[in-house]
């Protein structure tokens, strides 16, 4: 059960990660200043910086957690003789 509900959360971490991950590549790449000032506003709650060091922070944390559920999944499995 705990397995399943760690794999549901990694996922969705890989997915939130990677979606903030490109939010804010696309809003850094931005030439006028004032046009990224107002997507920074309207989407982002903290700089663009910043917000992709925390999208690389839950990619790797659903990464960590997919493994962790991994290695769960192979010892809940009875060892066969």
Known sequence: MFTTLGRFVAIGLLILGILN???????????DPEAK???IQAFLTK???????QALLYIFAGIVLGVLTDIS??????QGK
């Open 21 to 31: 991950a490109i939010m804010g590549v696309s809003i850094a790449l931005i030439d």
């Open 73 to 78: 999944r192979r010892l809940e499995k009875p």
């Open 37 to 39: 000032a107002s997507a």
């Open 47 to 53: 700089p663009t910086g910043k917000t992709i060091d």
